[in-house]
């Protein structure tokens, strides 16, 4: 994924083959509690959605890069004391690859189960193609950074995951999204409402 500062992504993944990727509500809060540990640090959750198979997140990228103190895993070898004192940085891409690998060791262990749990390629958009035009055109195949379409649009669309796939009547009724916190009937924290409202829609 090719991520850019002060730019908002659509963020998202699947189970491998369509499977299931929470199995009980101790997983999705555990998820929950990863994405606050590896994704804040770079930027805000706009809003998100954890599906029975998929999760969507909507996020204002502020940094490529940060510095860890403890990097957790590494590609490099290096010893436990090395890893405690010895900074290093860590970009979005690696941080999300961390946040997938360690919730998948974990799943793999509940469910007694191995291999990849995610589809192998985590997606992030910054806008989408205008499937109208026709292939002359100079848009034609371009991602268009429209946001005041798009970052409606997808914000609606994640929040309105649950009832397209009728698990629920109303978005805010999904108790493993953000859409009861941007009703007023929850006060979480996981995701800056403030600067949703200001950069998508509530105006």
Same mark, same amino acid.
């Given at each position: 994924? @090719?991520?850019?500062?002060?730019?908002?992504?659509?963020?998202?993944?699947?189970?491998?083959?369509?499977?299931?990727?929470?199995? @009980?509500?101790?997983?999705?809060?555990?998820?929950? @509690? @990863?994405?606050?540990?590896?994704?804040?640090?770079?930027?805000?959750?706009?809003?998100?959605?954890?599906?029975?198979?998929?999760?969507?997140?909507?996020?204002?990228?502020?940094?490529?890069?940060?510095?860890?103190?403890?990097?957790?895993?590494s590609s490099e070898a290096v010893t436990p004391s090395h890893r405690l004192t010895t900074p290093r940085q860590r970009n979005l891409n690696d941080s999300i690859a961390i946040l997938l690998r360690s919730y998948t060791r974990a799943i793999n262990l509940q469910e007694n189960r191995s291999g990849s749990l995610f589809r192998k390629e985590t997606k992030a958009k910054d806008g989408w193609e205008d499937v109208t035009l026709c292939p002359s055109h100079v848009n034609y195949g371009k991602v268009l950074q429209n946001w005041e379409l798009y970052g409606p649009t997808c914000f609606n669309y994640i929040h309105n995951n649950p009832i397209e796939a009728n698990l629920v009547v109303r978005s805010e009724d999904w108790v493993y999204s953000s859409a009861s916190d941007f009703a007023g009937l929850r006060k979480g924290t996981l995701c800056n409402q403030n600067l949703a409202k200001e950069l998508l829609f509530f105006t």
């Open positions: 994924m @090719k991520f850019t500062e002060n730019t908002i992504f659509h963020i998202y993944n699947q189970g491998n083959n369509r499977q299931p990727i929470f199995f @009980k509500d101790e997983n999705y809060l555990f998820f929950l @509690k @990863k994405m606050r540990d590896y994704l804040l640090p770079y930027g805000d959750l706009l809003c998100y959605c954890l599906m029975p198979n998929h999760f969507h997140w909507l996020m204002y990228v502020r940094n490529l890069s940060q510095e860890v103190t403890n990097p957790g895993e």
